[in-house]
């Protein structure tokens, strides 16, 4: 299977490969059950933490998400690996995942047992539980972002609250092709720049090559202008 970087990093290009890998090899229904962990929805918090990143990163990973189910997400990684010896089950251990380059690799093995070692153990299961208690109030702005027609004009956007703007502005882009993965916190701070405080900024430049720019009372995403 190869991977188009296309301007992603290489943990990101590999996770969208092994997406579309499983997905290509699910059954009819189209479900993919997936072995995350109590322990990956931790790094996926810190690592979200770290970033600086909004509510949506911080509540992690769905048990259900589209076609994606994860059942294991109460559950240690150490719980699983000794259900699999209980069971005489073979496991496949992914050679990245020791791998120091990658930065998941070191907020799980350098990272989270400081974190443990300075607040004297669980640091694992309480960023778990943050996602858990964030994601109620995830889904109710997203659900009333929904109710909000996705709009190009400055002064209906304007007009609404700055936690349902940032969505509603996140599902404009994305629908003019912008890359979701890739599209973070400060990639919609800008854009939330450009209807409340717009001071002639040219464009704010989104994953996937395209552009956001002002055009008197309307957002127009187009392909960013390659320089000379």
Do not use: K, Y
């Not at 998400?65 to 699999?84: A, H, K, V």
């Amino acid at each position: 299977l190869t991977a188009c970087l296309a301007g992603r990093g290489p943990e990101a290009a590999a996770r969208e490969a092994r997406r579309e890998a499983l997905l290509a090899a699910a059954g009819p229904d189209g479900v993919v059950v997936l072995a995350h962990t109590l322990d990956d929805q931790a790094e996926t918090v810190l690592l979200g933490l770290g970033r600086g990143s909004g509510a949506r990163s911080l509540a992690g990973m769905r048990p259900v998400d589209g076609p994606w189910r994860r059942p294991l997400l109460s559950l240690r990684r150490s719980d699983t690996e000794r259900i699999c010896v209980l069971h005489d089950l073979a496991w496949w251990e992914d050679p990245h995942n020791l791998d120091p380059r990658f930065r998941r690799v070191r907020v799980r093995r350098e990272l989270l047992p400081l974190l443990d070692d300075v607040l004297g153990g669980g640091a694992a299961e309480a960023l778990a539980r943050t996602a858990s208690l964030l994601r109620p109030d995830v889904d109710l702005l997203d659900q009333l972002a929904d109710e909000v027609a996705p709009s190009d004009d400055v002064r209906t956007l304007a007009a609404l609250p700055a936690a349902l703007r940032s969505r509603v502005l996140r599902r404009f882009v994305l629908g003019a092709g912008v890359t979701a993965g890739e599209l973070g916190a400060g990639h919609l701070a800008e854009l939330d720049r450009l209807v409340t405080h717009w001071h002639g900024q040219v464009r704010v430049e989104l994953p996937g090559g395209l552009s956001c720019s002002r055009e008197g009372e309307r957002l127009v995403v187009s392909p960013t202008p390659v320089a000379p």
